[in-house]
Nanobody
Framework: QVQLVESGGGLVQAGGSLRLSCAASGSVSSIKVMGWYRQAPGKQRELVAIITSGGRTNYADSVKGRFTISRDNAKNTVYLQMNSLKPEDTAIYYC?????????WGQGTQVTVSS
C-alpha cells in the first residue's frame, strides 16, 4: 500500500502562483510514475502533469508553459509549481502514483483561482 499526503492548495488571484506537494509513504519502492490530476465541478478528472522516476515529464496542453512538475526521489515527493493561474484552473487537485500497475490517489487539495 502507498499513502499519499497532499498540501499546498488554497485561494489565489488570477495571475498568482501556488505550489502543491505530495509525499508518498508505505510501499514506495518501484514507484515509476507520479503525477497530478484535477477535477473541476461537473467535469471529469483530467491529467495535469506526470513525471517518471527518470525525470521525463508530460503536461496537459492547457498548463504547458505555466505549470512545472518535479520530484524528489529521495523524499518520495512530487511537486507541482503552478504559475500564471487562471480561473479555469480552479479544481480539486489529486496526487497519483502508479506502482506495479496499481494506481494510488491522494485525498485531494482544493485550488481556487479568483478573477
Amino acid at each position: 500500500q502507498v499513502q499519499l499526503v497532499e498540501s499546498g492548495g488554497g485561494l489565489v488571484q488570477a495571475g498568482g502562483s501556488l505550489r502543491l506537494s505530495c509525499a508518498a509513504s508505505g510501499s514506495v519502492s518501484s514507484i515509476k510514475v507520479m503525477g497530478w490530476y484535477r477535477q473541476a465541478p461537473g467535469k471529469q478528472r483530467e491529467l495535469v502533469a506526470i513525471i517518471t522516476s527518470g525525470g521525463r515529464t508530460n503536461y496537459a496542453d492547457s498548463v504547458k508553459g505555466r505549470f512545472t512538475i518535479s520530484r524528489d526521489n529521495a523524499k518520495n515527493t512530487v511537486y507541482l509549481q503552478m504559475n500564471s493561474l487562471k480561473p479555469e484552473d480552479t479544481a480539486i487537485y489529486y496526487c497519483n502514483v502508479n506502482r506495479r500497475l496499481l494506481d494510488y490517489w491522494g485525498q485531494g487539495t482544493q485550488v481556487t483561482v479568483s478573477s
